[in-house]
């Protein structure tokens, strides 16, 4: 009687062996197995290693540390290394680098987009101050701030004196010789020509709304009124002055079309017998001023009404707000 037993080899092939003999030829062609069955020998994939492969017989690759770039992912799931570079990384997977948003205009920032490794970062801006901070080679020009930090409430702002201290300006796009100015009409008690100042750009407070009718940095002016000794060259805006009893000769005009706000606030008569008053049109965007007396004027309300709008330190403050 004979019996068999199983016999590991050398190059892992495993065979069957019987006693009556050690040679393997002995046993047959085909070894059998305890149980009648062929003995085959590796793992299946017909390539007789025991190691995974692709199909082709060659070895399966495995994601090691170093296989890709660090800022990729690697994915051996095919038995083949893959590299991708991950979001906000771009290239071949074994060499990526970093995508600027920003430079590329694909961020979605409502505000100042600042890249970063990887990705970019939004500022919302609320002052000029702001903008240099996140941006500190900036220079005078247009920048959208957003009220109160709000995204739905931006604006484009004219940022002046950068380099110093930065002061926000409100550009007026409706312009002209009848548009946006402030007016002395000569005659009566004010001998000379009309004086006329037209404004460009308004200083507005980013935080309050508030125009600073007072600073004439972006006016032009012609003409020139003598109001008793003072000889008068220029005017604050929103201002309208006459000389003439019984006249509302003195004129401004307020013209906001073109930019996101509308007047809010209100106004006033000062001076001796003072006349005028102020009409509002396009869902108060404009805003026409009629001012007399002997001298008279109207001029956005301050409490009390302005005394001296002649000499250009009202210190009244134009009340802005977002147009409906």
Not at 177 to 191: E, H, K, R, V
Not at 283 to 303: E, H, I, M, S
């Amino acid at each position: 009687m004979h019996t068999k037993r199983l016999v590991s080899l050398p190059l892992f092939a495993t065979v069957l062996v019987t006693t009556c003999s050690l040679a393997i030829a002995a046993c047959g062609s085909e070894p059998e197995s305890m149980d009648g069955e062929t003995e085959t020998s590796g793992d299946g994939d017909g390539d007789g290693d025991g190691d995974p492969g692709d199909g082709d017989g060659d070895p399966a690759e495995t994601c090691m540390p170093d296989s890709c770039d660090v800022n990729a992912t690697c994915d051996d799931s095919s038995g083949m290394i893959e590299c991708t570079c991950n979001e906000g990384w771009e290239g071949d997977g074994l060499a990526c680098g970093d995508v600027d948003e920003c430079a590329e205009q694909i961020d979605d920032c409502a505000g100042i987009c600042t890249n970063e490794e990887g990705g970019f970062s939004c500022t919302t801006t609320e002052t000029c101050a702001d903008v240099l901070a996140a941006l500190p080679d900036a220079t005078d020009g247009e920048y959208e701030l957003f009220h109160k930090g709000d995204s739905a409430l931006g604006w484009v702002a004219y940022c002046h004196d950068m380099a110093g201290t930065p002061t926000e300006y409100l550009t007026l796009t409706s312009l002209g010789p009848d548009l946006n100015f402030s007016q002395y009409t000569a005659g009566g008690g004010a001998p000379g020509t009309d004086v006329r100042t037209n404004y460009e750009r308004l200083r507005i407070d980013p935080l309050t709304l508030e125009v600073d009718i007072d600073d004439q940095t972006f006016s032009n002016s012609v003409g020139s009124v003598m109001h008793g000794d003072l000889e008068v060259t220029s005017l604050s805006y929103a201002v309208a002055i006459g000389c003439e009893s019984d006249v509302d000769n003195g004129l401004a005009n307020i013209d906001l079309q073109g930019t996101p706000f509308a007047v809010t606030g209100e106004f006033c008569q000062g001076g001796f017998q003072p006349l005028g008053g102020a009409t509002k049109s396009m869902n108060d965007q404009v805003v026409d001023l009629t001012g007399g007396g002997f001298c008279g004027w109207t001029t956005p309300t301050a409490d009390p009404c302005p005394g001296e709008p002649q000499t250009g330190t009202t210190g009244a403050r134009l009340q802005l707000g977002f147009a409906p």
